[in-house]
Every structure is written in C-alpha cells, then in structure tokens.
C-alpha cells in the first residue's frame, strides 16, 4: 500500500508546535484598549492569559486567574504595587474584570478576561449573566455611518447626534 494522503501533508515534526499556548485576538490586540495600556498593564495580561487552562480545547479556568504577589513573583515581577496598578488600567479598559474580592489575610482577587466567556465558578462573586463579554471593545470608535435621504446628505457623529450636511449641488 501507499503513503496515506494525511502522511502526505504532515508537517516535519520539527515544524510541529507542541505544548500549551494563549490566544490573543487580534482586534483586542489592534484596539483602543491596549493601545492605552502601559507597559506593565500588558505584560499583566499576558500573565494572566498564561494562566488560562484548557480541557478538550475549552477553557476551564477564565475567572479564576490571579494577580497575587506570591504568584507572580515567581513569574519575575517585583512590586506589588505595579502588579495592582497594571490590574486596574486592564479593568478600566474593559481587557479584565474582578471576578472574586479578595482579603486579607489569604483570599486573593481574581479575574477574567473579557475576550473570552466566563466559567462560572461557586467562589466567584459574579455569574456569566452579569459578565461583560468583549468590554475591552467599547473603548473602540465605531465608523461613522452615512446616509442619503431625500437628496439630503446627513452624517450621524459619534454622538449619536445627527447632523445636517450641505446638499452637493451642481
């Protein structure tokens, strides 16, 4: 017998990608949001989408993901306090949301991240109901619409405002 056609078109297992990796969507990454971001604010996402975890292609973990100091020090980082102002950039631009309120002496906050739905977890303090789903894409202008009415050209801002354009004469 012949080479099976899926033989055929494998790739040479030196080209062959093995192990976990993170998905970062590519509008989330061209968007207003992380273009905002500090440096520190994007390293932070990073780590936290490291932390993402999968069974049968399906995320397990998303709400679950932690900002603790003890953690993330392994990880390299130093300062507390950049971890929790990175943290709180990537929540006012909609990339994570708290998921949990942590306390002191040994609860940590937890978080999700928006691109991705929520699994809803018994400590978390928030359900999939309430969960924003893509926030992080709110901070992105939406494009003007246009519209031709009776002749007229009218523009609708971003404001929601609609304004008379100068009709095109000739």
């Known amino acids: 017998m012949g080479i099976d056609r899926t033989e055929k ?4 297992e030196k080209f062959q990608m093995k192990g976990a990796r993170i998905w970062l969507p590519i509008d989330m990454l061209q968007g207003a949001a992380y273009s905002s971001l500090s440096m520190s604010a994007k390293a932070l996402l990073i780590e936290l989408a490291s932390q993402l975890r999968a069974k049968h292609g399906e995320i ?13 020090s392994l990880r390299g980082w130093k300062d507390p306090k950049t971890i929790r102002a990175a943290a709180k950039q990537l929540e006012e631009v909609g990339l994570i949301v708290k998921t949990r309120q942590g306390c002191r002496p040994n609860t940590a906050s937890l978080y999700a991240v928006t691109w991705l739905p929520l699994n809803e977890m018994p400590k978390l303090d928030i359900s999939a109901r309430g969960f924003p789903m893509n926030a992080y894409k709110l901070m992105d202008k939406p494009p003007a619409i246009k519209s031709i009415s009776d002749g007229e050209n009218f523009h609708i801002n971003h404001d929601d405002r609609v304004i008379n354009s100068p009709s095109k004469t000739a």
Do not use: C, H, Q, Y
């Not at 078109?9 to 040479?12: D, L, S």
């Not at 397990?60 to 993330?72: E, H, I, Q």
């Open 60 to 72: 397990t973990n998303n709400g679950d993901l932690t900002t603790a100091f003890s953690v993330l």
């Open 9 to 12: 078109e494998r790739k040479p």
